[in-house]
């Protein structure tokens, strides 16, 4: 069973178009976290849930949305899509909101052309 | 601003050989210090971690050392394997400090460490 679990793997479009990602743990997990790399393999947090509440919210661009259903699910949309979007975006998830032993995702790889 | 400082950025080592990553962080209220290891094509996974209350974490293979008066801390890796040909990260945050730069685990920007057999 996949503790972290993400779809799509890869993602190919267009500049301009709007599209999701989604994520789900299966781990009984109250945090979710979206964490950014770039192409040099640097991870950078975006954005950060505890119990369906933002707690963190990184400097990113507006087009980029975090929805948190509930706390076992954390999506992320990103409207407008530029070429500088490109990149692995990871989710992970957490016990609670201490930042101890993440649990990442495999990733979305995101080609924006 | 870089707030965890990760070299050598490539290792390349010799199969049953000690492989060194060095971190150095800025922040004095840092109270948490994990290494994440990566493969090609999955995410980074927890090896090993530590508190500044204890200077060195041994773990199997896997060492953490921990120097506080200097900021620093390394990982060793004892008799490398070529299974063990992956990106390390470590990383620093202030455990339960959430919200605000504080409580983000900071990454370092990785070492691809290469195991030759």
């Known amino acids: 069973d996949t503790a972290v679990s993400q779809t799509p793997k890869y993602l190919v479009t267009q500049m301009g178009n709007d599209k999701s990602i989604k994520c789900e743990q299966n781990l009984g997990h109250d945090t979710m976290y979206w964490y950014k790399q770039d192409s040099k393999k640097f991870l950078k947090i975006m954005f950060s849930y505890n119990n369906k509440e933002l707690i963190i919210n990184e400097t990113v661009p507006n087009r980029f949305s975090p929805k948190s259903p509930d706390k076992a699910h954390l999506n992320l949309h990103i409207n407008s899509l530029e070429l500088g979007d490109s990149a692995v975006y990871f989710c992970?998830?957490?016990?609670?909101?201490?930042?101890?032993?993440?649990?990442f995702g495999s990733g979305t790889q995101l080609s924006v052309l | 601003q870089q707030q965890v400082k990760q070299s050598p950025q490539s290792l390349i080592v010799q199969k049953g050989g000690i492989s060194i990553i060095n971190c150095a962080y800025e922040n004095t209220a840092f109270d948490y210090f994990p290494w994440y290891q990566q493969f090609p094509g999955k995410g980074p996974a927890l090896l090993i971690a530590i508190r500044p209350d204890v200077s060195e974490k041994k773990e199997g293979r896997f060492t953490i050392s921990f120097n506080k008066s200097a900021k620093q801390f390394s990982l060793h890796i004892m008799d490398s394997q070529p299974g063990d040909s992956a990106t390390y990260f470590c990383a620093a945050s202030r455990v339960g400090n959430y919200g605000g730069s504080q409580g983000n685990l900071i990454f370092g920007k990785g070492t691809k460490l290469s195991v030759k057999p």
């Open positions: 992970a998830s957490s016990q609670g909101p201490s930042n101890e032993k993440l649990f």
